[in-house]
């Protein structure tokens, strides 16, 4: 499993009011938006944004990172040699699969496979 990219996760409360700030800053239109488990999720430059009320945010809080994977098949191989336990997934998302991992130490990560 190689890392592609690493997206820094900004919880917001409306994607139309904090995306036009982003485009400024990265020069960049968004790459990805769509809903899922309640909230909306957009991905510009290197951020991805994920939208919504205090409750639809809570279950996503936790996470700090995500990181696009070019498989994530090898994710178990990572957990094995370096500890760590998968919180949710692997699963279906919008853009592929995914998989949340609580690592040692105690940092949770997303890890996201794109579909073609």
């Known amino acids: 499993m190689k890392a592609l990219a690493t997206l820094a996760r900004l919880y917001v409360d409306d994607l139309d009011e904090a995306l036009p700030a982003l485009r400024a800053l990265t020069g960049q239109d968004v790459r990805t938006r769509f809903s899922h ?3 909306e ?3 510009i430059g290197g951020f991805l944004l994920v939208a919504g009320d205090e409750r639809a945010l ?3 809080r936790e996470v700090q990172s ?3 994977v070019d498989d994530l098949d090898g994710l178990q ?3 094995t040699a370096h500890g760590g336990t998968i ?4 699963n279906k998302v919008p853009t592929g699969r ?3 991992v609580r690592h040692a ?8 496979e794109h579909s073609a």
């Open 37 to 39: 488990a309640g909230v």
């Open 41 to 43: 999720v957009a991905s």
């Open 58 to 60: 809570a279950p996503f």
């Open 66 to 68: 995500t990181v696009l």
């Open 77 to 79: 191989a990572l957990l």
């Open 87 to 90: 919180v949710d997934g692997p």
């Open 98 to 100: 995914n998989a949340t």
């Open 105 to 112: 130490g105690g940092v949770v990560i997303e890890y996201v």
